[in-house]
C-alpha cells in the first residue's frame, strides 16, 4: 500500500472531522483515497448531507410529491401507526410499495421538514449505492487500472446519487443489485433475501425477482444468454395491450398500480417527453448502448470462455444479460422498460469493469476503446449536467453544522446558465 494511503489509515479520524467541515471535500477525499477503510462510509455519510440539501428544482419532480404527501400527513394529527398501516395495501390509496410511504409517515410525527424526509431518503440509499460501489472496488488489489476507470464512474452515474429525486424505483434498483452482487460472492440465501426486500421499495422489482429465479435454474450459461440478448433486438416487442391483460390478473390493488403504467393516457405522456428533451439527453444512453453491445458481441467471440472461469463476473453478466433481454421486449413500455434498461446496463457495465480491471493487458482493441471513451464521456458529462438540477450550493460548500440554517432552493444549473 502507498504512503498517501497509510497516513490515510493511520489519521482515520481526519476525514470525518472533514465532513463536518465540508462534506464536499469529505467525498472528494473518500473518492481519492478509495482504500481507506472509512471510505464508504464519508460516500454514504455525504449522500444523507446531499439529500438534507436537497433541491426541489420544479414542481414535476417526484421529490415535490414526496414532500406534498410528508406535509399531508404530518396534518392529519390524529393518524396512528395502526391506522396508516390500513392505508397499505388498500384500494383507495394504491400503497403498495411500504417503505416510502412508512418512512414519510414515520417522519410526518416530528415535523413537516422536506430536508428532514430527503435526509432519510439519502440514509438508506447511500448505504446500498456505497456498498455496490465499494463491492467493485474491492476487486482492485494493486491499483485501478487505467482501462477501468471508465467503467467504475459509469457504474456510479449511472443510477446516481440525484435519483433519489426517484427515490422508490431507484432505491430499490440498487437494493437488488446489492442482493445481486451478495450472489455472485457465493451467498446465495442472504442475496435471495435482499433482493426480494427490493419489492417491498418499488413493485416492479417482482419482474428481476423471476428473472433471477430462472438465473437459478440456467446458470451461467453465456453463450445461450448472449444469444438470446442478442437476437432480443429483432423479436417482436411485448404490446400494451397485452400487459394490460396480463395486469387484470392482479389481485385489485395490484391491477390498479400496475395498469397506471400501461394505461394509454400515461403511455401517450410519456412518449411525448422525450421529444421535448435535448438530443444529448436521449443520446446519451443510446451512444452508450451501441458500444457496449460491440463490447458484448467481442466477448461473445474471444473472451466468453474466459469469463467463464470467473464465477462472479460470469454471474453478474449472466443475470444482466437476462434482465436486459426482458427489458428489450418491454421497451415499449417507457416507465418499466427504459427504467430497467438502465438497470440492466449498470448491472452488465459492473461485469465489464470487474473483467477489465482483474484481467491483463488491453482487452478491447483500439477501434472501439475510442469509441467507448467519447460515449462515455458524454454520458458522463450530460449525468453530472442532469445532477446539477437538484445540486445546490450548500451541498457543495456548506455543512452539517450551517446547512440547517440557510436556504438552498436554488439548484447549481440557474447559477451556471
Not at 467507448?372 to 445546490?392: K, Q
Amino acid at each position: 500500500m502507498n504512503q498517501p494511503l497509510n497516513r490515510a489509515a493511520n489519521a482515520a479520524p481526519v476525514p470525518f472531522v472533514l465532513f463536518l467541515i465540508m462534506p464536499f471535500g469529505a467525498l472528494i477525499a473518500a473518492v481519492r483515497n478509495y482504500k481507506f477503510s472509512g471510505a464508504r462510509n464519508l460516500v454514504w455519510l455525504f449522500i444523507v448531507f446531499y439529500g438534507f440539501t436537497f433541491v426541489i428544482s420544479n414542481n414535476d419532480i417526484d421529490a415535490n410529491r414526496y414532500q406534498l404527501n410528508l406535509s399531508r400527513f404530518s396534518k392529519e394529527h390524529g393518524l396512528g401507526l395502526s391506522d396508516f398501516t390500513q392505508l397499505l395495501y388498500s384500494e383507495q390509496t394504491s400503497y403498495i410499495d411500504v417503505v416510502q410511504p412508512l418512512l414519510t409517515f414515520i417522519v410526518s410525527r416530528f415535523t413537516d421538514n422536506g430536508r428532514v424526509l430527503f435526509a432519510f431518503f439519502g440514509l438508506i440509499f447511500g448505504f446500498f449505492y456505497s456498498r455496490n460501489l465499494w463491492f467493485l472496488l474491492s476487486f482492485v488489489e494493486h491499483k485501478l487500472k487505467k482501462e477501468a476507470i471508465l467503467f467504475i464512474i459509469l457504474f456510479a452515474l449511472i443510477v446516481a446519487i440525484w435519483q433519489i429525486n426517484g427515490f422508490r424505483f431507484w432505491t430499490a434498483a440498487h437494493i437488488f443489485v446489492y442482493g445481486l452482487f451478495q450472489i455472485s460472492a457465493g451467498h446465495r440465501i442472504r442475496g435471495f433475501l435482499i433482493c426480494l426486500s427490493s419489492l417491498l421499495v418499488h413493485f416492479s422489482f417482482v419482474l428481476p425477482a423471476v428473472i433471477l429465479l430462472i438465473y437459478f435454474l440456467v446458470g451461467n450459461r453465456l453463450l445461450l444468454l448472449l444469444l438470446l440478448y442478442f437476437s432480443s433486438f429483432f423479436i417482436s416487442q411485448v404490446s400494451p395491450d397485452a400487459l394490460r391483460t396480463y395486469a387484470s390478473f392482479l389481485p385489485t390493488v395490484l391491477e390498479q398500480r400496475s395498469s397506471t403504467y400501461v394505461s394509454k393516457e400515461y403511455l401517450e405522456k410519456v412518449n411525448v417527453a422525450p421529444q421535448q428533451t435535448n438530443w444529448y439527453i436521449r443520446w446519451r444512453v443510446v451512444a452508450l448502448m451501441y458500444v457496449i453491445n460491440v463490447m458484448l458481441a467481442i466477448i461473445f467471440f474471444k473472451y466468453r470462455g474466459t469469463i467463464a472461469k470467473d464465477h462472479t463476473t460470469a454471474s453478474i453478466l449472466s443475470f444482466g444479460l437476462m434482465l436486459f433481454t426482458l427489458t428489450n421486449l418491454m421497451i415499449s413500455v417507457p416507465s418499466l422498460g427504459v427504467r430497467f434498461q438502465l438497470v440492466s446496463l449498470m448491472i452488465i457495465v459492473a461485469a465489464l469493469f470487474l473483467f477489465v480491471q482483474t484481467h491483463q493487458g488491453n482487452l478491447f482493441p483500439q477501434w472501439i476503446r475510442i469509441p467507448f471513451i467519447l460515449a462515455a464521456l458524454l454520458f458522463i458529462v450530460v449525468e453530472i449536467r442532469v445532477g446539477f438540477n437538484t445540486l445546490g450550493m450548500m451541498t457543495v460548500v456548506g455543512n452539517p453544522l450551517t446547512a440547517p440554517f440557510v436556504d438552498n432552493d436554488v439548484p447549481l444549473i440557474d447559477l451556471i446558465k
